[in-house]
């Protein structure tokens, strides 16, 4: 029996996502842009997968503009509107994912200044801490709607209200990939400006995201090309991958009512663990706001890595904390920014709503068992 609870990395692709991604790779293999009948085909696909997309955020079709990863997404989120304003100040949490830290770590090396924003021990930032790094020349405020690695919400609707309410054409940037595979969301009522989407996050396809841009609002293209995705994205759109993201799009839609079983899931694993292991420790206070499907725990004087192994050995995986940083032994920035004690291995199991009551027994009874066999081999070790 294999248990997969590495869904916040990437989740398996549903089969009907699969179905479509094939066929249309069979046979709908047009360029959107050719003027033919086969080109119109692709074109009307495309614009399905646009709408599909849109309504999973409560946006309008052309308002979507579809990228080659949720990380192009952040880049095009960030880059492309610091770059489209006047000034040269950013702000951004110390929680975001490399897509949007190394994006303004980029604009930063360019000459832009940047301004991070710690959080608090539960993993999410105030809104009076964001105030308080706001200057005259911000240009770009980024802080995500919940981090992919302790899942942590953030008050990003409060935080924009906050933003606005300082009367700067301050562009606000959202990443909200850990967000749409279980979690509503409405770009209206969030307030944000932009908001990067991943397939690959939602049962969809591999290689394909998405940027949501509120209507008046300027960015700039990363590179120039042929002007498609409205000359914001250029280059031949990935059809089968825009196909398969629509069809994941609908589905999630259409699966809302598992956010309660997910959590219920997680909570169940949750109990068990601490139940079963009293050494190991929440990342972050339980009660603490965050998406149905990420549980981080701390394992005290336990690196992460041999616990990676033996459950894998028993056909259970799970992850240290984001895959983006999985060849580096260095400390994870979020960890350090939440002050997890240095010495401390961290695991996240990510859920999704294809998990099942078995799966969850059955990663409690090998973590137990992995456990167990690295801490009695340190003991003869020591001995």
């Known amino acids: 029996m294999t248990v997969y609870l590495d869904n916040a990395a990437t989740t398996a692709p549903a089969p009907e996502v699969v ?3 094939v066929r249309t790779m069979r046979d ?9 009948g086969r080109g119109a085909a692709a074109a009307r696909a495309l614009a399905q997968a646009r709408q599909e997309v849109a309504a999973l955020i409560g946006a309008e079709p052309e308002e ?11 880049a095009l989120g960030v880059v492309g509107a610091a770059r489209a304003a006047r000034g040269r100040h950013l702000v951004v949490s110390a929680l975001e994912h490399a ?10 090396s360019e000459g832009w ?3 991070e924003v710690a959080p608090a021990q539960d993993g999410r930032v105030t809104v009076d ?3 308080q790094a706001i200057r005259p020349d911000t240009s770009l405020v980024a802080i995500m709607l919940a981090n992919n690695e302790i899942g942590s919400l953030q008050p990003v609707p409060d935080l924009a209200r906050a933003v606005r309410a300082q009367g700067q054409k301050i562009h606000f940037h959202v990443d909200a990939v850990q967000c749409a595979s279980l979690l509503p969301i409405d770009v209206r009522g969030l307030g944000v400006d932009s908001l990067a989407l991943s397939a690959h996050k939602l049962h969809g396809p591999q290689g394909v995201g998405a940027l949501w841009l509120r209507p008046g609002k300027r960015i700039t293209a990363l590179y120039g090309g042929g002007g498609q995705e409205h000359n914001l994205r250029p280059g031949t759109e990935n059809l089968p991958g825009c196909v398969g993201f629509g069809v994941a799009a609908s589905l999630a839609r259409g699966a809302r009512d598992s956010v ?5 899931l997680r909570d169940q694993l949750e109990d068990l663990v601490f139940a079963r292991l009293p050494q190991v420790r929440p990342t972050i206070a339980r009660t603490t706001p965050r998406v149905p499907h990420i549980s981080n725990v701390l394992l005290p004087g ?3 890595e041999p616990v990676l192994h033996a459950l894998a050995a028993r056909s259970v995986f799970a992850s240290e904390g984001a895959a983006c940083r999985a060849r580096t032994r260095a400390p994870s920035r979020v960890m350090r920014a939440i002050a997890v004690p240095s010495g401390t291995g961290t695991l996240r199991f990510s859920l999704s709503r294809f998990t099942t009551p078995s799966d969850i027994e059955a990663a409690v009874s090998a973590l137990v068992a992995a456990l167990g066999e690295i801490e009695g081999a340190a003991h003869i070790c020591q001995r």
């Open 28 to 36: 709908g293999y047009g360029n959107p842009s050719s003027r033919h």
């Open 129 to 131: 801490s964001v105030l």
């Open 19 to 21: 179905e479509a991604v």
């Open 113 to 115: 200044r940047m301004d």
């Open 260 to 264: 309660a079983r997910v959590a219920s």
């Open 302 to 304: 336990v690196p992460a």
């Open 99 to 108: 897509a949007v830290y190394e994006s303004a770590r980029q604009l930063a």
């Open 64 to 74: 979507v503009i579809f990228t080659g990863s949720g990380t192009e997404a952040d």
